[in-house]
């Protein structure tokens, strides 16, 4: 009887381990990001993004260092990117025809940037929720 409820368990686990590794969203904009020689920065943010308030990200770039920011977004909501400076000067602004799901960016020095995300689809009301990962390389 032992020997039965040990090899449930054992299955159980198995296979429980297997579907988490699986569905996890998160593992899929890992990989995105891990692509190409990226290093992930550990770090994944949780943004929402309203019809009237974009998503806003505040991160410090270091220099001689290319980086990769990817979201997960869906196929149909198209993310518009921008980076600000300190003083609110637009330094990058997506503006490509084909909205992207990652974008490259390199800096020469250091510098700190808010990332802004905002959708040029119809926001849903309660929010469109996003993650966002950053990595970077040499």
Not at 113 to 133: N, Q, W
């Amino acid at each position: 009887m032992k020997k039965v409820l040990l090899l449930i368990l054992i299955v159980a686990l198995a296979v429980s381990r297997s579907l988490s590794t699986d569905s996890d969203p998160r593992s899929k904009l890992a990989e995105m990001v891990f692509t190409d020689g990226f290093i992930c920065d550990g770090q994944q943010y949780n943004l929402r993004i309203t019809e009237n308030r974009p998503a806003r990200l505040i991160v410090l770039f270091r220099p001689n260092l290319t980086y990769r920011i990817v979201s997960n977004r869906n196929d149909n909501s198209k993310l518009e990117l921008k980076l600000y400076q300190p003083c609110n000067k637009l330094i990058y602004a997506d503006t490509s025809v084909n909205k992207q799901q990652s974008w490259d960016l390199r800096f020469k020095a250091p510098m700190l940037c808010t990332i802004e995300l905002t959708s040029e689809t119809i926001v849903p009301s309660p929010g469109l929720f996003i993650e966002v990962a950053i990595g970077f390389k040499e």
